[in-house]
């Protein structure tokens, strides 16, 4: 995973220096990342507001990791604080979520979505975003899912009064806390309980090299969620390519080599189909196992398409649901199996939001493959479209 790795009191020396920016800048672009000057500013002015905060209350030597890539996904962390538990000495993190809004107001009656000034668009509640990114990190990194308690999360509104935010949606956690400057007196008590003022970096290295493993409540979920559509049986020859990715997930059990499956078929041959049960299935038999696509709009349709019933905006069985760049930085054999949907997409240099990467080489992975060839029911002479 990476981020880019500081304390609280660097960032004033930063930002006394005008150096911040760039210095944060300059990780992401190293990472791929373009940096438009709508996240500079928010540097400029979130991060400092946070840091100075932390200093004056003692805190400035905790670790920093800021802008921290969650595992196998482009989206990213503005900060997340890593020391040291008061007397056990155990690792403690606090997810922050930086936010410079000033006021906002409710766009749905849940409360989920926010309106405010400046766009037309809504935007996810800052408890609720900061309280998935909670859940993902212990769904995805085994060393937080050992101890769950130890991972906390809060929206930072270091502009706002709470007056002028509306509270958070459902039960309050300390995955969803929400900080505003006139709550402030409740801030030193809070990081006083969290945190030891000496400096412990072993809770940083342990984020940082944590092994990324999906936890077995996130397979299951996602195997409830998909498997039971009814509708996606599988008939004649799409059982037949079903079948054949089962089979060479059972030879890589036996060590005979990885294999690469490729099924190809006309449009509504259901090839999405064959990639829906073999999420469900191999998840329902505790594999590390991910669907991936090349486009936003596919992607955001399965994962809404996988539902049975209406689910809050941090519902985990999405999280299998990612992009063929999600994976980029995937250590070899992190995974199990790959559903890759529409891998004609596959591209060498590819890029989602401002990102931009190469496409991995696949390590390990046996190119010569086993091919499924999934025919298309259609008249006589009418061409078969791009297989997927």
């Known amino acids: 995973m990476s981020a880019y790795q500081t304390t609280p009191a660097q960032i004033l020396k930063l930002a006394d220096a005008e150096r911040l920016e760039d210095e944060v800048g300059n990780h992401l672009t190293s990472a791929g990342y373009e940096v438009g000057e709508a996240e500079r500013r928010a540097w400029r002015n979130s991060l400092p507001a946070l840091a100075r905060h932390l200093c004056d209350l003692g805190f400035g030597d905790l670790d920093a990791l800021v802008e921290y890539q969650l595992p196998r996904s482009s989206t990213r962390v503005d900060v997340i604080l890593a020391g040291a538990a008061p007397i056990t000495m155990r690792p403690a993190y606090l997810v922050v979520e930086l936010k410079q809004w000033s006021r906002a107001e409710r766009y749905d009656e849940a409360g989920h979505l926010l309106r405010v000034p400046w766009t037309s668009q809504p935007m996810l509640h800052p408890s609720v975003q900061v309280e998935a990114y909670c859940s993902y990190l212990v769904d995805h990194l085994e060393r937080l899912r050992e101890s769950p308690d130890a991972v906390h999360g809060m929206a930072y509104l270091h502009n706002a009064t709470a007056d002028r935010i509306p509270d958070r949606p459902g039960s309050r956690s300390h995955w969803n806390m929400l900080y505003t400057p006139d709550q402030a007196d409740r801030f030193p008590a809070y990081l006083a309980t969290r945190f030891a003022r000496l400096r412990d970096g072993r809770a940083a290295r342990r984020l940082l090299t944590s092994p990324v493993r999906q936890s077995p409540q996130l397979l299951t979920m996602t195997a409830d969620e998909v498997a039971n559509r009814g509708h996606l049986t599988l008939l004649d020859e799409q059982r037949e390519a079903y079948e054949m990715v089962m089979r060479a997930v059972r030879w890589a059990d036996a060590g005979r080599r990885k294999r690469v499956v490729v099924v190809s078929g006309g449009p509504g041959t259901g090839k999405s189909a064959i990639a829906l049960n073999l999420l469900a299935d191999l998840a329902g038999e505790g594999r590390q196992v991910e669907h991936a696509t090349g486009s936003r709009a596919f992607t955001r349709t399965l994962q809404r398409y996988a539902r049975r019933r209406p689910l809050p905006a941090a519902l985990r069985s999405n999280r ?25 997409r596959i591209r060498a240099h590819t890029r989602i939001g401002r990102r931009t990467a190469p496409r991995p080489p696949g390590p ?25």
Request: one cysteine or more; a positive charge.
């Open 364 to 388: 390990g992975v046996d190119r010569r493959g086993q091919g499924a060839r999934l025919s298309a029911r259609r008249p006589p002479g009418r061409p078969a479209g791009r297989g997927g």
């Open 320 to 344: 299998v649901f990612k992009y063929f760049m999600s994976f980029t930085d995937s250590p070899a054999n992190s995974l199990d199996v790959l559903v890759c949907d529409e891998a004609h």
